[in-house]
């Protein structure tokens, strides 16, 4: 079975740039959350989505939004970019309901983000 | 509200030496408790995991961990460190309910190095 796949791997912007990234789950599973991953503030929940709807929200700007498209791929997308959003973006999915207990997350490996 | 404390940043042991990361868990509800671990350019890869039941629970690689209640902790152990056993270990809590999904709530992470 494919693990999650998230692209780009890497890439650089420059401060009000916007930037998308992209991530496709493991098949069946229908939740998609996205974590912010820095060296000062560790790891911050962002967003995730389940079937096509926004389910949980962590606490950032609205420059940070999602989607969730009818195949469970999700993109998140970063408007107006500052120095402070160089970061790792890191993708997990889920079942999202029923026998998997909150929590059982699978991760890709991240799309590293540097803002100049 | 929830949170997760790991004590220590740095941990260092030697190769065959135990290893005991601490993680301390702060929740107004029964949680759900994990361990993830991360090794260098990659994403999280889930260790273990507490929902219910049994106390002491064994992951992959030959970790395990014990939930205490009375001193909200889910330290994470292992007899013999190996030299793969390098990486950064996370703590992380979520609540005990289903379609809670993928929001979780993670410590700032200890990196472990292991010394030959």
């Known amino acids: 079975k494919a693990g999650v796949t998230q692209t780009p791997r890497y890439l650089i912007k420059t401060r009000g740039q916007q930037v998308t990234l992209s991530c496709s789950p493991i098949s069946g599973h229908r939740s998609v959350s996205w974590y912010q991953q820095t060296p000062g503030q560790g790891l911050q929940f962002l967003f995730e989505?389940?079937?096509?709807?926004?389910?949980n929200k962590g606490n950032f700007p609205g420059r940070f939004s999602g989607r969730q498209f009818s195949n469970s791929r999700s993109e998140m997308n970063v408007s107006t970019l500052e120095l402070g959003d160089s970061a790792l973006y890191l993708c997990?999915?889920?079942?999202?309901?029923?026998?998997?207990?909150?929590?059982?997350?699978?991760f890709g490996e991240g799309s590293r983000l540097t803002v100049l | 509200a929830q949170s997760v404390t790991q004590l220590g940043s740095h941990v260092s042991v030697s190769e065959g030496a135990l290893v005991l990361l601490r993680c301390n868990y702060s929740s107004s509800v029964p949680p759900y408790l994990f361990w993830y671990v991360q090794y260098p350019n990659q994403g999280l890869q889930l260790l273990l995991k507490?929902?219910?039941?049994?106390?002491l629970v064994k992951g992959i690689n030959g970790f395990e961990a014990e939930f205490k209640k009375s001193e909200t902790s889910f330290h994470l152990t292992k007899p013999s460190a190996h030299m793969s056993d390098a990486a950064e270990y996370f703590c992380a809590v979520s609540h005990m309910i289903y379609n809670q999904g993928g929001k979780l709530i993670f410590g700032q992470g200890t990196e472990l190095s292991v010394k030959p």
């Open positions: 989505y389940f079937s096509e709807t926004q389910r």
């Open positions: 507490y929902t219910t039941g049994a106390t």
């Open positions: 997990a999915s889920s079942l999202g309901q029923g026998t998997s207990p909150a929590g059982e997350l699978f």
